[in-house]
């Protein structure tokens, strides 16, 4: 069974950093994408920065210059680096991957970790 588990969320002022990681196992082979959404109340999740297997990213517009993700394949982990963090980063943070296990390749989900910024 396949299980993704965020940390490192907590409450920061604004201007401050905090570093989120997510693990990944349960009998992968390989995962291709990997990735961080959010959802802040009364919104619909959105994406937050995305990098693949070669290391290529995306980031939404809204965190572009602040936020940086990065991965350790070997590990099955990805991080999200935030820094300059401003109260509109304030939801809750998920973990998205689409790993490719003995049952083929199917997408995960985290059960998320909470991000505070306070003015």
């Known amino acids: 069974q396949v299980q993704l588990v965020e940390s490192g969320g907590g409450l920061v002022q604004a201007g401050g950093s905090l570093r989120l990681s997510c693990a990944a196992s349960?009998?992968?082979?390989?995962?291709?994408?990997m990735g961080w959404y959010r959802q802040a109340p009364g919104k619909h999740r959105e994406l937050v920065a995305i990098?693949?297997?070669?290391?290529?990213?995306h980031y939404a517009d809204s965190v572009k210059g602040r936020f940086t993700i990065s991965r350790d394949n070997a590990k099955n982990t990805v991080y999200l680096q935030m820094n300059s963090l401003k109260p509109e980063d304030t939801a809750v943070y998920y973990c998205?991957?689409?790993?490719?296990?003995?049952?083929?390749?199917?997408?995960?989900w985290g059960k998320g970790t909470l991000v505070t910024v306070s003015s």
């Open positions: 998205n991957a689409d790993p490719t296990t003995g049952w083929g390749t199917k997408g995960y």
């Open positions: 990098i693949t297997s070669g290391g290529s990213t």
């Open positions: 349960g009998g992968i082979f390989s995962i291709n994408a």
